[in-house]
């Protein structure tokens, strides 16, 4: 056996796993830009339940953010929703 009959499947193989890795990354940094704005979003979501203020995306037209974030629907067991996405978000980046 010579190394030099090995040397092309071995750069190939090679090149594969870069790519598999490259790909894997992206997919990593993707996900965790995602769990970011995610984190942002629960944070403001929660804050603005627990301290009972305003939303910013105020009743406009069809869209009525302060009426989702009072209704029956945000809280489960007495816990705002947006306070378990936070949760969840910040397992995913963690």
């Known amino acids: 056996m010579t190394t030099e009959a090995q040397t092309p499947a071995v750069r190939i193989q090679q090149q ?3 790519s598999e890795v490259t790909e894997r990354d992206w997919l990593r940094w993707i996900g965790l830009a995602m769990a970011v704005i995610g984190i942002g979003v629960g ?3 929660s804050y603005t339940k627990l301290s ?3 939303v910013i995306c105020t009743s406009s037209g069809s869209i009525d953010c302060a ?3 009072d209704s ?3 809280e489960i067991a007495g816990v705002p929703i947006a306070l378990l996405g936070l949760g969840a978000y910040v ?3 963690g």
């Open 72 to 74: 029956v629907y945000s």
């Open 43 to 45: 944070a403001y979501l």
């Open 91 to 93: 397992t995913i980046f």
């Open 52 to 54: 009972d203020t305003d």
């Open 67 to 69: 009426g989702v974030q």
């Open 16 to 18: 594969e796993s870069f």
